[in-house]
């Protein structure tokens, strides 16, 4: 069993944000003043868990967050932002797809010549770029991590006709 967690002593200042924040309109900072509170008046982490509705493991840690940073950092909600981010596709990967991308699809089966972000995943995936299969949003995110901006395909474009140019422009127009 573990031993039973208290707060630290209250000072006064901090007893009268607590109570400010009972009247919240925020549920997160209603419940952890409620929490903090029951805990200065001697009330045991299981205890004030099953009042709450939450867990007394959830108790414990907003007591441990109120002694060591105090009532602004309890009540303050921490970012859901994950701490780290892998990349799916590494720089050497991202290296092995701009070279796919200066080729044909129809070279790997495809029936287009143009290039999409989906097709890119799918392609860099069959030919072994990704272990699995990657969103288009990966891929655009790899190619701009290499200073590579994607563009449409009809910038991209071009042809040896000399009059390529008027007619491209007639027919875009």
Known sequence: MRPP???RPVTDVEREQLEGGLRSSDAFVLRRCQIVLASARGERAPRIAAAL????????NVIRVFDARGPSACLTRPSSRPHTVHAKLDRAGAERLRALLHQSPRLFGQETSVWTLELAAAVGHAQGVTAERVSGETVRAALKRLG???????TWISSPDPEYRRKKARATA
């Not at 509705?53 to 414990?60: K, M």
């Open 5 to 7: 967690i208290f707060v």
């Open 53 to 60: 509705g939450c867990d007394d493991q959830t108790v414990r």
């Open 148 to 154: 590579v901006g994607w563009r449409r395909a009809k």
